[in-house]
C-alpha cells in the first residue's frame, strides 16, 4: 500500500498532465522516479500516516498538503519566487498577469501551485490507493522504521530538488520565512481541528457527521467534481481566471464539507472525487503542449498508457469497494 502511494503521487503530480519534455522519454520517468518518489510519494505517505494514527481525516490531510505544496513551492524548487523558473515565454505569460510585485508572486501561482500539490500531488493518490485497500483503509500502514525511512527519503529528495534550482535562483530570506509562517500555520490548523464523533466522515467510515440528508450518487459527484477541476487547471492567466479557479475550489471545498457529513456519503464518493482529479489530469494531457522538444508519437503513446493505467486502476479499486461493507456505526473510528 505505502509503496503504491510512493508511486501514485510523484506519477500524478509530475507526468500525468504531461507538461514536461520527459514525457517524451519514457527511460527517463522510470529514473526521474528516484527523485521525484521521494520529493512527493513520501509526503503523501507521511500526511496518511499522521492522519490515520491521530484518529484524524481528510480536513487533517488537506491542510497538511497545503502546508507541504508552499514549502515544495516556496522552498524546494522556489517555482513560487523564481521569474526564469521555465526557460519559455509561456512562464511570463502565465506569471505577470497576476504578479504583485511587493511580494514577488503570481497571485495565479501561488492558487494552481498550491491547489495543485493538495489535490495532485497528495490528496487524490491517497484516496485512490486506500480505495484499493479498503479493509484496512483507516488504519496505519508504516512502522516506526517505514517511517523513518520515509522521512530520510524525502529529506535527501529535497535536498537534491533545492541545490539543484539554488544554482540560478535563490529566494531571499524574508520569502523563505513568510513560507515558513504559512506552512507552519496551516500545520497548526490541521491538528487544531476537534476530532468529533458522529456517523460517518468523509470517507464514510468515521467521524464528521451533520445529521441526515441524502447525497447525489456517487457518478454525479465525481461528474462534478470533474467540471470543477477542469475549470482549475483550464482558468485563464488574468484576474478573472484567478477569480474562476478560486470560485471552483471553494465550490467542490464547500460541497464535499456539506456532503460528506452525511450519512449517505461512503468510500465510493471518495474514490469517485479522487478518481475525477486523475482523470482530469489525464484527459488534459492531450491537449498541453510539453516543454522543449518532444517526439509527438511518443508524447501521445506515453499519454494514452497512462490514460489507460488510470482507468484500470479506478475500476479496479471500484471494484475492490464493492465487496466492502462499511462497519456499523458503533465500530466506527475517527477519520
Not at 467534481?225 to 477542469?230: E, H, K, P, R, S
Not at 475550489?249 to 471518495?270: M, Q, Y
Request: aromatic share 8%.
Amino acid at each position: 500500500m505505502a509503496v503504491g502511494l510512493l508511486l501514485l503521487s510523484p506519477i500524478c503530480a509530475e507526468y500525468l498532465i504531461g507538461y514536461d519534455q520527459i514525457i517524451s522519454n519514457p527511460l527517463d520517468m522510470l529514473t526521474g522516479l528516484l527523485v521525484l518518489g521521494p520529493l512527493y510519494g513520501t509526503v503523501a505517505v507521511l500526511i496518511r500516516e499522521v492522519a490515520r494514527r491521530t484518529g484524524r481525516g481528510w480536513p487533517t490531510m488537506v491542510l497538511l498538503s497545503a502546508a507541504f505544496g508552499l514549502i515544495q513551492a516556496g522552498v524546494i524548487d522556489q517555482s513560487l519566487f523564481n521569474p526564469d523558473f521555465v526557460d519559455e515565454a509561456s512562464w511570463d505569460d502565465d506569471r505577470l498577469p497576476t504578479y504583485v510585485a511587493g511580494l514577488g508572486v503570481s497571485v495565479k501561482h501561488v492558487v494552481g501551485f498550491v491547489g495543485g500539490h493538495i489535490i495532485w500531488s497528495f490528496c487524490a493518490p491517497i484516496g485512490v490507493v486506500e480505495s484499493c485497500v479498503p479493509r484496512i483503509a483507516d488504519r496505519p500502514w508504516l512502522g516506526r522504521v517505514g517511517i523513518t525511512v520515509m522521512i530520510v527519503l524525502y529529506g535527501l529528495g529535497a535536498l537534491v530538488i533545492f541545490k539543484e534550482h539554488s544554482k540560478q535562483f535563490l529566494a531571499t530570506p524574508a520569502q523563505f520565512g513568510t513560507v515558513g509562517l504559512f506552512a507552519l500555520g496551516l500545520a497548526v490548523a490541521a491538528f487544531a481541528i476537534p476530532r468529533r464523533f458522529p456517523r460517518r466522515g468523509l470517507d464514510g467510515r468515521g467521524v464528521d457527521g451533520r445529521g441526515g440528508g441524502r447525497v447525489p450518487p456517487a457518478w454525479a459527484v465525481g461528474c462534478g467534481a470533474v467540471v470543477l477541476m477542469g475549470a482549475h487547471q483550464l482558468s485563464s492567466p488574468g484576474w478573472g481566471g484567478v477569480a474562476l479557479n478560486v470560485a471552483a475550489l471553494v465550490l467542490a471545498g464547500s460541497a464535499l464539507l456539506w456532503w460528506s457529513g452525511r450519512p449517505d456519503w461512503g468510500p465510493a464518493h471518495v474514490l469517485a472525487v479522487c478518481g475525477a482529479a486523475l482523470v482530469v489530469n489525464a484527459a488534459l494531457s492531450f491537449v498541453v503542449e510539453p516543454l522543449g522538444d518532444t517526439s509527438p508519437v511518443v508524447k501521445y503513446g506515453a499519454n494514452a498508457v497512462l490514460m489507460i493505467v488510470v482507468l484500470l486502476l479506478l475500476g479496479w479499486a471500484r471494484r475492490r469497494l464493492r465487496h466492502i461493507t462499511v462497519r456499523p456505526l458503533e465500530g466506527a473510528r475517527p477519520v
